[in-house]
């Protein structure tokens, strides 16, 4: 059981990335999936969640209407798509799954997931 996180990397302001979360070892369709992001100094952050009850998806305030969380079935990946990027999205960012149906107030709360990839930079210049 395992997630493997990659695609980060060096972009400038305005740039787009695209994160992946390849799954292995289990089926991430049937769990709620999270993209978090721990920037230098401070805590981990809640970024997006894609819930494995209804499939609705839960943002942070600070990434709406820029970053979008979607899965692939067939490749058994979640995805954190970024764009507009800024500065202040400078992090390691981390995928993570939960066995839990959380909604919008559960899903940022980090001990809500118990399996977590290695994190990815993004580096985001000014």
């Known amino acids: 059981v395992q997630l493997q996180a990659s695609g980060g990397g060096l972009v400038q302001t305005g740039g787009s990335l695209r994160l992946s979360c390849a799954a292995s070892?289990?089926?991430?369709?049937?769990?709620?999936a999270g993209w978090f992001r721990q920037a230098p100094g401070k805590e981990r952050e809640g970024v997006a969640c894609?819930?494995?009850?209804?499939?609705?998806?839960h943002y942070a305030d600070s990434v709406k209407g820029r970053f979008t969380i979607s899965r692939d079935k067939i490749e058994n990946t979640v995805y954190l798509q970024m764009n507009s990027l800024k500065p202040e999205d400078t992090a390691v960012y981390y995928c993570?799954?939960?066995?839990?149906?959380?909604?919008?107030?559960?899903?940022?709360?980090?001990?809500?997931?118990?399996?977590w990839g290695q994190g990815t930079l993004v580096t985001v210049s000014s």
């Open positions: 070892g289990f089926n991430v369709e049937h769990y709620t």
């Open positions: 993570a799954t939960s066995p839990h149906s959380l909604d919008g107030t559960t899903w940022p709360r980090l001990y809500g997931y118990d399996n």
């Open positions: 894609a819930s494995n009850s209804d499939g609705g998806t």
